[in-house]
């Protein structure tokens, strides 16, 4: 069973799809609506990175003992993304097309090169070491 993994991976779904909803109004010019796409956007990415960082990281740390492993080089990856945010927001405040594309795809590569390693190696990881706990584990994580 992938119940970690599943979830988490939707979850990544979810965000990519806000972002690009978020350029797909840049495109028109839609500016009211790129800052809307934007403001749920940063919130989704940030609940998701919370979700790992307060809950699934430290039970995955727990269980193999490891913080230098895997999930640093997630935390640190997560904080590349956040410095992002500020200047994505900026952009699209701004209405300047050319600044926030330029952000938003440095963003989406980060996100896209994230994504692809934990959903190969540590949601499928963290699904196998956390079997028992599991679902106490998605419950804490949907309840942030």
Known sequence: ?????????????????????AEQAVAV??????????????EALRHHMAMEEEVLFPAVEAATGQTQGP????RLEHEQM???LGPLQHAA??????EYLAVSDTLLLL???????????LYPMADRIL????STILNRMQGL
Do not use: Y
Request: with cysteine; proline share 0%.
């Open 29 to 42: 010019a839609d500016w009211k609506r790129v800052n809307r796409e934007v403001e749920q956007f940063t």
């Open 82 to 84: 956040r410095q992002l």
């Open 71 to 74: 999930t640093r080089v997630m």
């Open 111 to 121: 996100m896209q090169q994230h994504n692809v390693k934990e959903e190969s190696i």
């Open 131 to 134: 079997s028992a706990s599991g």
């Open 93 to 98: 405040g701004q209405r300047d097309e050319s």
């Open 1 to 21: 069973m992938s119940e970690i993994a599943d979830f988490m991976a939707r979850d990544h779904g979810r965000c990519d799809e806000l972002l690009v909803a």
